[in-house]
């Protein structure tokens, strides 16, 4: 099955800073990958996401790169605020598993002022 | 257009006692998928069901667990004869199928005494 690994599990920024958050997959056959960010208490919201025809997204502050041939993704926040503290995860899906999600252990961002 | 309704939030069950846990998904939304969260850590898939049928439950320990999602009501998911190792948040999310984003509700804590 599907196995993600996500980098950094915990990062620590200044705000204003950029961050960035790395995974990696491992079934060629994923073609979806979206990010959600989860607050205390709360359910993971979905925040961005990307499909395999396209290599690159942006909206906003947030963005996220997608390199097939090396099956990896990467997130990146520019601009942080402190309201973008929250763990942060990636997860990777296809067909096969009928779009269920296989999620990426999270990134806890702190932001400090 | 209300989220995905989980309920209850919390639920308290001592060791041996049955657990069930709701979900209503979205509006228009016939797929619904189970995530179990442990502290700390990531989202598992548990199950994939679609109206009256279960697509893939690889996910779900085969004893003293059961979902299911009827043609009226919400989607529930049952754990029987619960011990301390059940304890953990489990969320719900919905979907109206293919590669279209899951939408999760805010979980439900469950604590095994």
């Known amino acids: 099955g599907e196995n993600v690994e996500q980098h950094p599990s915990t990062l620590s920024v200044q705000e204003g800073d950029s961050a960035v958050i790395k995974c990696t997959y491992s079934d060629s056959a994923s073609n979806y990958f979206p990010w959600y960010k989860q607050e205390l208490g709360k359910g993971p919201q979905l925040i961005i996401d990307i499909r395999s025809n396209v290599g690159e997204k942006k909206d906003q502050r947030i963005a996220v790169t997608l390199n097939k041939t090396a099956k990896h993704f990467s997130l990146h926040i520019t601009e942080t605020q402190p309201e973008d503290s929250a763990v942060y995860f990636c997860?990777?899906?296809?067909?096969?598993?009928?779009?269920?999600?296989?999620f990426g252990k999270g990134t806890s961002l702190l932001v400090t002022p | 257009n209300a989220g995905v309704m989980q309920n209850p939030r919390h639920l308290v069950r001592r060791r041996g006692q049955e657990a069930r846990l709701r979900c209503s998904p979205m509006k228009g939304h016939s797929h619904v998928y189970w995530y179990r969260q442990l502290p700390e850590e990531g989202l598992k898939f548990m199950v994939y069901l679609q109206k009256e049928n279960i697509i893939d439950e690889s996910g779900m320990p085969k004893e003293r667990f059961s979902a299911e999602f009827p043609k009226e009501g919400p989607s529930i998911l049952r754990i029987q004869q619960v011990v301390r190792g059940d304890s953990a948040a489990y969320f719900c999310a919905s979907s109206p199928g293919g590669d279209t984003p899951l939408h999760f509700g805010n979980g439900t804590r469950l604590t095994v005494t």
């Open positions: 997860a990777a899906s296809s067909s096969n598993s009928g779009y269920a999600l296989n």
